[in-house]
C-alpha cells in the first residue's frame, strides 16, 4: 500500500512465482522474501536503499543470525531500523516472514535523509 511516498509492504514469506515456498530452509525463504520485496520496491518506484524500517518474524529465533547475513547482502546502502521477533507459526508452514516501511523517494546524504519538497531532514 503506497501512501503519499511511504510504501507498507506487507509480510513477504519466501515463496515462488508458482506459490511455493522455496525449499532448503530458513535462509533460502529469508533470501526470496526479500526478493520478492524488491519487486514490489522496484514496482513502486524504488528500492532497498528506500527502506526504513523492517519487521522479521521467524519460526525460531535460533536463525536469526543466518538470516541477519542475507538481510545484510540485500540491504548494502543502510540497515534499516528493524524488529525480530520469534512466533509460533507463520502462514503455509513458512520459517521466515518479513515486512518493511519504505520511503520513497528519499535522498540519502550520508547520515541524514532530506525528504524532498519537504524540507525536513531527520539524522539516522
Request: no cysteine.
Amino acid at each position: 500500500v503506497l501512501v503519499d511516498r511511504t510504501l507498507y509492504i506487507s509480510g513477504q514469506l519466501g515463496m515462488n512465482t508458482s506459490g511455493s515456498l522455496v525449499e532448503g530452509g530458513a535462509v533460502k525463504e529469508a533470501e526470496q522474501a526479500l526478493e520478492n520485496m524488491g519487486h514490489i520496491l522496484a514496482a513502486a518506484g524504488g528500492g532497498y536503499k528506500d527502506v526504513i524500517k523492517t519487521t522479521v518474524l521467524l519460526e525460531d529465533i535460533n536463525n536469526f543470525s543466518e538470516i541477519n547475513n542475507i538481510y545484510s547482502k540485500f540491504f548494502t546502502d543502510h540497515e534499516p531500523a528493524r524488529a525480530a521477533f520469534q512466533v509460533g507459526a507463520l502462514p503455509k508452514g513458512g520459517k521466515v516472514e518479513i515486512e518493511a516501511v519504505a520511503l520513497i523517494g528519499a535522498v540519502d546524504v550520508g547520515s541524514v535523509f532530506i525528504n524532498r519538497g519537504s524540507g525536513v531532514s531527520l539524522a539516522v
